[in-house]
């Protein structure tokens, strides 16, 4: 089953809403859709699309919702989320998910519309190994990531169930083309490398064999010992491998793949771009530095129309949200105390 669209995967939630806040939006220009400044002290951790609204995590573990056109906010729902210490949010088969905690094993809810609550989840048994990042018709696109000890990327095809593999470190996400599958990766170690390829058939990719479990992969990182991520390149097309930048995403923009960069110059401050790629290297088109978008990439959110990237800094916290072609910016000020 696909990917469904933005405007489908998600659940009324007028019930939650009562304005208590506003915002300014600003269209700027032909690659930046809308800018929607706020002025409060937030720092965004984690964002999912929700009946086009966004319902946002801020460190402090408190949830409230963004309106995706008019700026206005809203944070009602914290009536039902005060006993619950969420890290992350994510939607898994149509439903939004709390987790407590990053790793394998913590907690997890859901978020009951009708009876207004958050309810316990279960995680549903599935063929992939790792997170899911993408899915077609076709494939479920997982990955797993062991940060400088490498990373895999999964697709797992749905009537097979045969498992295919590539290196990967560590996908960021995953855009359909009408040939191939467009794949951004990035890790932020030290001065940051990026990476983007394509797989044109997942089935020429090396199949995937069950390896160790995953307590003892950790065992081995601990002691310094390499892990079992795959070292295969077997069946990809590199764009772009370099170093001393990260990738925080890409795009579809009038027919063409734009990626969002944070380039790391070893003696001058990091600078924010929208790149292309030519000739095997990114070629930036539009800075993003005006807005004080400097470091991003925290939590992302990917579907097959819809990717959202946090960003945060001292001055500064908020998101990027990718529609169909548009990219929003959702920017928090923060106040001086």
């Known amino acids: 089953m696909a990917s469904r669209p933005f405007t489908y995967i998600l659940f009324p939630i007028a019930i939650f809403f009562s304005l208590i806040a506003h915002g300014q939006t600003v269209v700027n220009d032909s690659v930046v859709a809308s800018i929607h400044r706020f002025k409060q002290n937030i720092s965004i951790k984690s964002v999912v699309p929700f009946d086009k609204r966004f319902l946002c995590l801020d460190e402090d573990e408190k949830l409230f919702f963004v309106d995706s056109n008019s700026s206005q906010i809203d944070s009602s729902i914290n009536k039902y989320s005060t006993d619950y210490d969420f890290e992350k949010l994510q939607v ?101 490398s990026a990476t983007v390829f394509n797989v044109n058939d997942p089935k020429m990719l090396k199949l995937h064999l069950k390896r160790k479990p995953r307590q003892l992969l950790d065992s081995l990182k601990s002691a310094g010992f390499a892990t079992s991520e795959s070292n295969s390149t077997i069946g990809i097309e590199k764009l772009v491998d370099t170093v ?26 990091p600078s924010f771009w929208i790149d292309s790629i030519q000739n095997k290297k990114l070629v930036p088109i539009r800075n993003l530095n005006e807005f004080g978008i400097v470091e991003t990439g925290y939590d992302h959110f990917n579907s097959d129309e819809v990717f959202i990237t946090t960003f945060d800094d001292e001055h500064f916290s908020g998101f990027i949200c990718i529609i169909k072609d548009k990219l929003n910016l959702y920017i928090f000020h923060r106040l001086k105390k």
């Not at 990042?133 to 095809?157: K, M």
């Not at 925080?248 to 063409?256: L, P």
């Open 92 to 192: 898994i088969d149509s439903v939004i998910v709390g987790t407590e905690g990053y790793q394998e094993g913590h907690k997890r809810f859901f978020l009951d519309t009708a009876k207004k609550k958050w309810r316990h989840y279960r995680a549903k048994k599935h063929i992939y190994p790792g997170d899911l990042i993408f899915q077609d018709d076709e494939y479920f696109i997982s990955n797993t990531c062991s940060g400088e000890w490498g990373g895999t990327i999964y697709f797992a095809n749905k009537k097979t169930s045969k498992i295919y593999e590539s290196e990967c470190t560590c996908a960021v996400n995953v855009i359909k083309g009408p040939n191939n599958y467009n794949v951004t990766a990035s890790l932020s170690h030290m001065g940051g």
């Open 244 to 269: 001393g930048a990260t990738l925080a995403g890409s795009f579809r923009f009038k027919n063409s793949l734009l990626y969002l960069v944070e380039n790391r110059p070893m003696l001058s401050p």
